[in-house]
């Protein structure tokens, strides 16, 4: 009961990459970068382990970004002309690579890393990818003239990989959808159904993850014009549980989504955020705990797996630890509690 684990990152060690940076530069390259991400996922795995967390992930210690560490994989991209593109519906300027041409996989994308990561635990493993959806809210489209067509075309990339990823031992795949907060008529339309086609004939769990962003000061200061509830979830939360994925991981932790919410989610296994990614303090086990049991209120104990409210990628690795031992120590006063 209560299998708790991350949303997916966690920071890179100074070592491995810049730290405090959503887009970091590796410290390394060649064959020493790829020693070090090794090092770096064997560092990640063995803390999830300490920490008491039951699903772990490699922390996202291969790629630089969540989205483009994917891209880099699929031809049809230029990546040397990069261009400045609001995303997240203008929320923040990034430097995103531009579409120019079909696209098709240049080889697995996330082998290496994935196998290596179960080579080394005996845990349930979850991995990431982004969905289509953000994909294409992170890249400019300068082939297909369709926002559509260039998602579907995304969708078929990611389930090649992903069977790849099931065929390699992962059992979860989890896709990363922050964009599902922003677009949500697109959801309905055709968020689902691209995320469906990502995940089509997949016997491992699936999951996917909706969130208000890391805490970064672009995300801190939209949501502060959200107001002091946020329901954005209420649209998208029924078409999710009609949906065939299994999991939903959302936050829910100091977030002004109002918990009820999270009984719209019948049928579907629910991540609940009970640690806050968006600041530095610490929650207590106990904390931890009481949030587990607020949940309760809305979803069935055997659905309801502790999580992260997002990606750890950029906080600080002492705090980053500390918020996963958090997590192990207040999971496990809540299975008791409440077991
Ligand atoms: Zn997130």
Not at 18 to 27: G, H, I, Q, R
Not at 310 to 321: D, S, V
Request: glycine content about 8%; hydrophobic content about 40%; some cysteine.
């Amino acid at each position: 009961m209560f299998e708790c684990s991350i949303a997916g990152s966690l920071p890179k060690p100074f070592w491995l990459a810049e730290t405090d940076k959503l887009w970091p530069a590796w410290k390394a390259a060649g064959e020493e970068l790829a020693a070090a991400k090794r090092d770096a996922t064997l560092l990640w795995l063995k803390a999830q382990e300490d920490a008491g967390l039951d699903i772990v992930t490699d922390g996202e210690q291969s790629r630089q970004h969540f989205v483009h560490g994917f891209l880099e994989f699929v031809a049809g991209i230029d990546f040397e002309h990069k261009v400045t593109m609001g995303i997240r519906n203008n929320r923040y300027d990034a430097q995103v690579p531009q579409v120019i041409a079909p696209l098709t996989l240049k080889s697995r994308a996330h082998q290496t890393e994935a196998r290596f990561a179960r080579a080394h635990t005996k845990k349930k493993l979850k991995f990431t990818l982004p969905g289509p959806m953000t994909i294409v809210d992170t890249i400019a489209d300068r082939h297909y003239g369709d926002k559509v067509k260039m998602a579907m075309a995304f969708a078929d990339l990611l389930n090649q990989e992903a069977r790849g990823l099931e065929a390699d031992g992962v059992d979860v795949i989890q896709f990363d959808e922050p964009a599902f907060n922003v677009y949500m008529d697109e959801v309905r339309s055709w968020g689902i159904e691209a995320l469906e086609r990502a995940s089509a004939g997949l016997k491992c769990k699936t999951a996917v993850h909706i969130c208000y962003g890391y805490g970064i000061k672009a995300n801190l200061d939209w949501k502060r014009t959200l107001g002091s509830e946020w329901t954005q979830y209420e649209q998208t939360f029924p078409v999710l549980a009609r949906s065939r994925i299994d999991q939903v991981s959302l936050e829910c932790i100091h977030s002004h989504v109002p918990p009820r919410l999270m009984g719209l989610l019948q049928g579907k296994d629910v991540l609940v955020g009970v640690i806050d990614v968006a600041t530095e303090i610490v929650e207590t086990p106990e904390e931890v705990a009481g949030t587990i049991g607020e949940a309760l209120k809305y979803v069935p104990k055997e659905r309801l797996y502790p999580c992260s409210n997002c990606g750890l990628a950029p906080m600080q690795r002492e705090i980053a630890l500390a918020k996963l031992e958090a997590l192990g120590a207040g999971t496990a006063i809540a299975r008791k509690r409440y077991g």
